[in-house]
């Protein structure tokens, strides 16, 4: 893997924690999941396709070539900025975790705490 800032383990932490956010809604009105006409429910799945395609990038990091190093840590770090972004609109859940304000340089030589990830759900 790359040295870099953003790891594989954040970007599914951000990840998990917007698609919690997005289930609560569904689970709100499980009868808009899949009502197509729904503009809310349009609108949720659309996001929760983008946060899925955000997320895959995290694979990237798993590779182990030199030449590549530095256009992988562009993709997570761009990964970490749009979903850090996107979770950013529930910053006042009781789950939204300090480390998702940081820039992506800042989570460098973070402790990535066992804690983070208790009560975000994928």
């Known amino acids: 893997m790359t040295n870099q800032g953003v790891s594989p383990e954040h970007i599914d932490r951000v990840a998990a924690f917007v698609n919690a956010r997005i289930d609560e809604q569904f689970d709100a009105d499980q ?35 030199p030449e590549l190093a530095t256009a992988v840590t562009l993709a997570m770090t761009f990964a970490w900025g749009e979903l850090a972004t996107i979770a950013k609109e529930w910053e006042d859940h009781p789950d939204y975790l300090p480390e998702f304000a940081l820039l992506a340089h800042e989570l460098e030589g973070a402790p990535v705490a066992e804690e983070a990830t208790q009560g975000i759900t994928t």
């Not at 999941?33 to 983008?50: G, I, M, N, Q, T």
């Open 31 to 65: 009868a808009t999941r899949y009502f197509d006409k729904d503009p809310v429910a349009r609108s949720l799945r659309a996001l929760s396709r983008v946060v899925g395609e955000i997320r895959s990038r995290r694979v990237l990091a798993e590779r182990n070539e």
